[in-house]
């Protein structure tokens, strides 16, 4: 089996008394696509946002593709700009074009030339569906435009895997499948993925596991669609309950 390229062991997480991630452990291979789902408050976005080291852990330890991540420093910098994040705001520069947006962090973060840099944007904004908008501010985009953007984006660094944080859950519904239609394209095309969605339709679709947490701790993990038609645990049946 391939090196596995993040690996969760034996995470803790508290906000003050608040135990917010308990002993997680997980593993994700290289090309995986893992959806996590769960209740509100169980953990998921600071799962992710402990995966690009947006918040710290109290124990345990997280490695990204061999390395385990470090407190700080350049070493930290360099880890964190192998993992792209897309989250549930699209978080874009509102100050730039479209193209901007994409460019700015391959110019700034990797050193690439700025002709090299756009030529790439622009293959990756016509990936995504809004090549045509690239001189547009991102104010001038629909929803599910800026948060194609925001995975363009992303995209443009090269990440090793991708983290999203509920990346439809801000838009309007018929905005919700032209992102989800770009995030199984991506998933199809072999990028290793965290996925925290309640969209069943893409868990199925594109996931190879879902894992679920409640409480801050991963209670079941399952194939899509085992844990959709099969869950074991009572949370899960009860949460599935809710949300079917
Ligand atoms: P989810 O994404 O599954 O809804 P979160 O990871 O956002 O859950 O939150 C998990 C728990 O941690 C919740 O109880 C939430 O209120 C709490 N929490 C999240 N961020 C903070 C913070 N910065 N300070 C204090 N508590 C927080
Ligand atoms: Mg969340």
Partial sequence: MAEPLVVLDGVNKYFGDLHVLKDI????????????????????STLCRAINRLETIESGTITIDGEELPQEGKAL????????????????????????NVT?????????KKAGAQ?????LLERVGVA?????????????????????????MDPKIMLFDEPTSALDPEMINEVLDVMVELAESGMTMIVVTH?????????????????????ETAEPEEFFTNPQSERAKDFLGKIL
Avoid: C, W
């Avoid at 700015?104 to 690439?112: D, F």
């Fill in 199 to 219: 969209e069943m339709g893409f868990a199925r679709k594109a996931a190879h596991r879902v894992v679920f947490m409640a409480d801050g701790e991963i209670v």
């Fill in 25 to 44: 452990n997980l593993t994700v291979a290289p090309g995986e696509v893992v959806v996590v789902i769960g209740p509100s408050g169980s953990g998921k």
């Fill in 104 to 112: 700015l962090g391959p110019m700034k973060v990797r050193g690439v």
């Fill in 132 to 156: 045509h908008q690239a001189a547009k501010y991102p104010a001038q985009l629909s929803g599910g435009q800026q948060q194609r953007v925001a995975i363009a984006r992303s995209l443009a």
């Fill in 77 to 100: 910098a360099r880890l964190r700009s192998d993992v792209g994040m897309v989250f549930q705001a699209f978080n874009l520069f509102a100050h730039k074009t479209i193209l901007q």
């Fill in 119 to 123: 030529q790439r944007a622009k293959e």
